[in-house]
């Protein structure tokens, strides 16, 4: 269809008016942290720092372990992404190649779990991971990882619900058993979603703040949401350092998500189909 | 099962189980992680429970104490209703018209589409140092830039009657995945509904009208149900950017909620106010899904509308 050219002019003015609010505060704490500490608490405000102090960044890695913050947020993504992918693919390829008795049941229970509040199981949970003697370790959010996540599944089933089901008779015909065609048909073949729910998943655990504020305690723990979260609250007038390790913590989700746009914008609906 | 030809017995047993030992990690840990704590948080919800000495049962106690004698309890649902009352629609509104504009086929409008998703990706934590910046009365360049347009900001988090709607801005800005959900959808829209209904004379606006939002109602059902159930469940941003406050005026029920529990560990009424809110959130969704007949129209529902249309010409 071809647009008429005043439609083409409303329909970039639009574009670039919401982009100020969708972009410009990434690029006012990127400009505020290049700037100097009296630049920053200075008014009128300038816009652009007059010099570019990039040791601004090096300066707040050094004030706190945040290195050691990051260490913790990445053992537990790559940890957590790990058990998504291998259970979540289990789980959901017995969902949607099998029937079984009470499936249907199972299914609509799994779609429901999704609805519970987090604060109805939050207290019970700390209760029991407290029993294990979890609290304080990275434990209550690696673990329950393992054991799939209704999300997920539910995004896998979808796509699996898809594959013909001639695949499966072929290889049983060669002599394969159920677990090697999950692992060596339908594994390689779950690859784009796979990737999705992997990028969800690290996006969520990486962000993640309420779960590690309630489960951690001891700083050595911390990651780095909540690092820089209980740095903040304690610094509050640190700006620099404050807007440097925020835009450090924005990079690793960001280059996951320009990696992965393509998964996420094809996949996402998957929610409703 | 009645085949003639049965293969060993011992196999086909195991067969049977197969299907169960893929879901087994699925079924472990729902019975640990999600279907015990919520049993056992209704059940604590039924007694007062210190952290320091042992529980004890008190029946309904909790919950006629939370209705009848903690005013911060009506105070904080009303908080959180009125973000939501601000929230659901904005975010749905903003989407929708994010959406239609990323499927409209202009140059450059893939880079649109990614900076409008890019914020949804940012955590709760860093979204809130953003904001809070950005919001600052002293230092904060939104009310610099007022100041140069001759306008005397608020003092937006500072102030009790501008929180919420500060918040409301601030949470606004992770609209993407619920852009991206209408995205897909409207591109899912065949062009020939387009084409016939220009031919009709319809212009951009009544082509919006007629054809693109009959079409996505189930997608705005979904958005709706989804929004409204995290804006009731509101609690990272509330949490880092007043904590409650000023005056208590962003004392969210969320919040509400984590501190009985984690500060005054009132465990038995704090499960107490969590199930309410649970309940809450269950009749919301059981209203919306009983309106969705009258608004919401499936595919095949509106092809049959355009053939009866099509019969009248």
């Given amino acids: ?273 | 099962m009645e085949h003639a030809v049965k293969p060993h017995k011992r196999v086909r047993r195991w067969d049977k189980w197969t299907p169960y030992l893929f879901i087994s990690p699925w079924i472990i840990g729902i019975l640990l992680f999600t279907v015990g704590p919520l049993i056992f948080s209704l059940i604590m919800s039924f007694f007062d429970w210190p952290v320091t000495s042992s529980p004890k049962f008190i029946g309904l106690g909790n919950y006629t104490k939370m209705f009848t004698e903690d005013p911060q309890f009506y105070k904080s649902l009303l908080i959180t209703l009125k973000f939501a009352l601000f929230y659901v629609p904005l975010s749905l509104v903003t989407s929708l018209i994010l959406a239609m504009l990323i499927s409209q086929s202009v140059r450059g409008v893939k880079f649109f589409r990614t900076i409008f998703y890019l914020p949804a990706v940012v955590s709760g934590v860093a979204v809130s140092i953003i904001w809070g910046w950005i919001f600052n009365t002293k230092y904060g360049i939104l009310n610099y830039a007022l100041f140069l347009l001759g306008i005397e900001g608020p003092k937006w988090l500072i102030d009790p009657n501008s929180a919420i709607i500060t918040i409301v801005i601030a949470s606004a800005w992770g609209v993407g995945t619920m852009m991206l959900i209408f995205y897909t959808n409207i591109k899912s829209i065949p062009p020939d509904l387009y084409e016939s209904a220009s031919i009709d004379g319809a212009g951009p606006i009544r082509q919006f009208t007629h054809v693109t939002l009959p079409l996505i109602t189930p997608t705005i059902f979904f958005n709706l149900i989804t929004s409204t159930i995290s804006a009731l469940q509101q609690l990272t941003l509330v949490l880092l950017l007043t904590n409650g406050g000023p005056l208590k005026s962003t004392y969210f029920y969320g919040l509400f909620v984590y501190n009985n529990a984690f500060k005054h560990h009132k465990l038995g009424y704090a499960s107490a106010n969590a199930w309410f809110m649970f309940i809450i959130i269950l009749l919301l969704t059981a209203l919306i899904f009983k309106s969705s007949n009258a608004w919401v129209f499936y595919e095949n529902e509106v092809k049959k509308e355009r053939k009866k249309g099509g019969k009248k010409k």
């Fill in chain 1, 1 to 273: 269809m071809k647009l008429s050219s005043w439609h083409k002019i409303v329909v970039y003015i639009l574009l670039i008016g919401f982009s100020i609010y969708f972009l410009f505060p990434f690029i006012w704490i990127v400009l505020t942290a290049l700037k100097s500490e009296a630049e920053v608490h200075q008014y009128p405000i300038t816009f652009f720092p007059s010099e570019f102090r990039f040791e601004n960044f090096v300066n707040a890695w050094k004030a706190q372990p945040f290195g050691l913050y990051f260490m913790n947020s990445v053992t537990i993504t790559v940890l957590t992404t790990l058990g998504q992918i291998i259970s979540c693919s289990l789980i959901a390829y017995g969902f949607a190649r099998y029937d079984f008795k009470f499936k249907n049941g199972l299914f609509i229970l799994l779609l429901a779990t999704m609805m519970i509040p987090w604060d109805v199981t939050m207290i019970p949970l700390y209760m029991q991971f407290n029993l294990f003697g979890w609290i304080n370790t990275l434990k209550p959010l690696i673990v329950p990882a393992f054991f799939g996540s209704a999300y997920y599944v539910f995004l896998l089933r979808q796509f699996l619900m898809n594959v013909p089901k001639d695949l499966e008779h072929a290889a049983k015909i060669d002599g394969a058993n159920d677990f090697q065609i999950y692992s060596r048909i339908f594994v390689p073949i779950m690859k784009a979603p796979l990737t999705l729910i992997a990028v969800l998943n690290m996006l969520s655990v990486w962000n993640d703040y309420l779960g590690p504020l309630i489960f951690l305690q001891d700083r050595m723990k911390y990651t780095l949401a909540l690092g820089l979260a209980s740095f903040k609250g304690v610094h509050e007038l640190q700006i620099l350092p404050i807007m440097a390790i925020t835009i450090i913590m924005i990079i690793p989700p960001v280059i996951a998500f320009l990696y992965a746009q393509k998964y996420i914008v094809e996949g996402i609906s998957g929610a409703i189909k």
